[in-house]
Structure formats: C-alpha cells, structure tokens
C-alpha cells in the first residue's frame, strides 16, 4: 500500500467473533490500535513512554468501510501507515486482509489529537520533534 | 434531533474505560448497536427474530467524530434516527450526550446491509417489508 | 438470595454474543461488576467518588459456575450481595437468572480488595467506614 | 510448570486497561482461550475445525486468582496446560507473568464441557478420542 507502511500479522481471538458466525464490527478497533501501536514501536516510539512524558493521543474521528467478513480461525494481516501529518494530529490509514486469501476485510482511517494529559481535561498541544520524527520515517 | 429519533439513556460500566481514564473509543461502538436494537424494539423489530427468520444486517461502514471524553460514573445518551434508508440498506446517525451537562460526547454513522444468513456467505438482499416499514415509521 | 441484596435487569447486547450463538462467557464479567457498581450506588456508595477520594477495588479472586447458556434478546437478571465483609476485602456473591424462564445462567463469587490509588503499586488498606458501613448495610 | 506445557507471549493491547492504570481483569479471559486454542494448535486439534465437525467446548466453570497487576506495554507470557482430562470435560490449568520481571500475574483453571452443537441447546457428549489424544499429549 505505502512504502513506509507495517504489517501486523494476527490470530482471531474466538471472543472477538458473534452469533454471526463472524468477526464482530467493534473487534476491529482493537486490531487497529495494536497495529498503530507495533507500528510506532516498530519506529522507535513506545506509546507507553510517550503516556509516562504526560502526552497521549486520543481518537478524534475514526472511519471504518467493511468490504468482507472475517472468521475465527483465520490468519489476518493489519497493514497500517500515516496518512496526513499535522501540527497537532496524525491520521492513520489500514488495510485488513486475510493473509491466506489475499481477501480485503476492511479499510479504515484514524485521526489521533495529541494531547496533554496533565489536568482533568485533555488539552491540545503539537507533537513532541521526536514523535513527529517517528512518524514521519525521515 | 430528529422527530423521529430513539433516545437510550446508558450507564458507563467500569471496564469500558481506559487508561487515559476515560471511556475506550472502542466501547461507544458497543453503544450505537445496543440503541439501534432498541429503537428497533421500539418500533416493533425484534433484530432477534429477524435473525430467527434468517436475515442480518450486517455492517458496512461505520464514522465516528469523537467531540469530547466520556467518563465512568457520567448518565450517558444515546440518540439514534434513521438517515437514509434504502432497497438493501439503512444508516443510522447518531448522537451521544453526557445527559448532566448536555455535552456532545460523540456523533456517528452506521450503514447496515441487509443479508440472507443461510449460506456459507452473507448475500445482500432487499429489507423485508415489515422491518421497511419499522424503520421508515409510516 | 439475601435478603440484602440487589437485581439489576439487563439486557443482552448483540456484540456480547460469539460464534456458539450465546453470550460469551467473558461478557458476564462486565455484568457483574455493572452489578456491583450500581449495589453500591444504591447504598449511597459511588464507585466513581471513591476513586475520586483516592481508594480502589481491584479484583483479587473470582469464580464462576456457568449453569445455562443466555442469548441476545433475552432479558437477564444479576442479583448481586455482600458474601463476606473483612477489614481490607469484600467479597460479592452473585447470581445471573433468565427473567423469563427463571433458569440460572450462572452463580459467581469476586472478592475485591480494598487499595490505596496514589503510588505506582496498589497498597492494600483497611475500607473506609463509609465503605464498611454501606456494603454492611447497617 | 509442567513439562507438557505451552506458553503464549502476548502483547497487552491498550483497550485492555482501565482507569486504574492496570489491566482490566476480564481482559485476561480472552489471553486465557487465545491460549488454550493455541495450545490445542500446536497438539494438531485446530478449534476452528472441531467447531466445524459439530462439537463445542462450552466453559462450564472458571476460576482465577489475581496476584499483581498487568501494565499496557509489558510483553506477558500465558502458560497453559491440562489439569484434567474427563470422560465429557477438560480443565486447563494457567499461570500468566510478566516476561520481563518474572512477577505472576495471576494463576487460573477453566473448565470445559464437551457438547454437541446441533441442536438449540448445547448437549454434553464424550470427547472425540482425536481431541482426547491431542489434550493427554500421549
């Protein structure tokens, strides 16, 4: 998809399907969380860290279009990558698929605010040069 | 919002939080299907008989704009209309407010096919006319 | 059960299901401590306050004993009590019934303890009286 | 543990925490059946496959005893291994650590039935003797 992008490869959880027979709309989030997660690691950024220097990055808007249903069982590959890099947000763009079928599950974008988690409010506030750096692959 | 929207009033539970101490972003989507339920509840459509009857209605796509924190312990709202409805599909908008401060937590769309759950594959197919008609409120 | 104790009416959500085409045995979890929760708000105790005041109820010990499978669309009841009172724990039982068929779907026991918040690492601490005298219901 | 042992290494997924800053302690179920299931995997019985031959293992009872807190970036390991073997049921036994410190998280059993998925209820029948031989490792 992207020349910068990473891909998580993962293990349905037979919690995560419904009475569908499927992989539940919701279990996703957690698939694209994990996988933006690896993928900073990956870059040199633990999320974890960056929670402890009081900067965390909650979800601002989050779009999500299901092309065909997951199953218990299968192997999935959760491609992720950055989309846009601003100021003071980050949009992340995936792409799920079955790694044995080469089959699209979903596609989905992610924007992320940064912000201060000091006070009782989250406060807006630019990312941190090393984040950004991380992010942006340079 | 609409005049012919449903309103749930809805009780943050602990695990639905994170560690940013707020609610999970991922949980909210727990809350937009448990509201279409029971509008359609309200309307007369059991979704669990429609099931029994073998149709499903799966999701297609799905946006959220997350406005501001939720938080364990706050009386949430979750209001939920019919946006579009179409032969083989309906989308509902939403929106959720912290019912004390009149805040706008979130605003949401979900579109769901309509699906014959018999074989192997879910195939789309055209909204019985019962569940049209619950919907549309004529 | 007790003649203290409390029922909580709840109503199955479709993401809680899984592929067996019943409630996943997880999902109950959240049953019982929404249960708790909602117990102590009745005997004048806020869980959200007591965190606000510095104290916690992590979960030390749970048990379960699943006696019948629950469904979406069914309509459950959680009772919950106070099974032991001790001077830094409380143990809740709990049983989950059908309301319809007045079928046990499960009977449970979770011991909390009680904590300090502020540290890095939970300390346990005797319960506040306030505490003790709301679950004790003297 | 025990020397027929399998041991999962896990990620903690930030949705798994709550308020407290821990785990959530119903996270945890789901590492225990992505355990088991592995585990079942790695003995040749896929759970997938089992599911699709007609039979189910339904958990019929559960226990865990929580001993430290988990915290989001802390690389776990969920050990897993067959406690008992019965006619109609099995029971895993598990400890989860944290792979860095050493430290239990927590110790836990889960029973399961062995049933047949046919019919609207769930109907205990003797294991398959292929799944018997999977789980005694002889």
Redesign the interface.
């Known amino acids: 998809m992207s020349k910068h992008s990473f891909t998580l490869p993962l ?1 349905v ?10 992989v ?3 279990s996703f ?2 698939y694209l ?2 996988a933006r ?2 993928f900073m690691e990956a870059r040199g950024q ?4 960056l ?1 402890r220097a009081g900067i ?1 990055l ?9 092309k065909s ?1 997951a ?3 299968e192997e999935l590959e959760v491609e992720v990558w950055v989309e846009r890099l601003r100021r003071a947000s980050v949009t992340f763009g995936y792409e799920i698929r079955c790694a044995a079928k080469d089959r699209i599950i979903l596609t989905a974008e992610v924007e992320l605010a940064c912000a201060e ?1 000091s006070g009782e ?2 406060k807006v506030c630019p990312l941190p040069a090393v984040l950004e750096s991380a992010l942006g692959g340079e």
Chains 1, 2, 3, 4 share one sequence.
Request: glycine share 10%; aromatic share 10%; proline share 2%.
């Open positions: 293990h959880r037979y919690g995560e399907t419904d009475q569908m027979g499927v539940h709309h919701a989030i957690s969380e994990e997660t690896r633990s999320y974890a860290e929670e965390g909650p979800v601002r808007s989050l779009s999500i279009s299901y249903a199953r218990f069982g988690l409010e989250l």
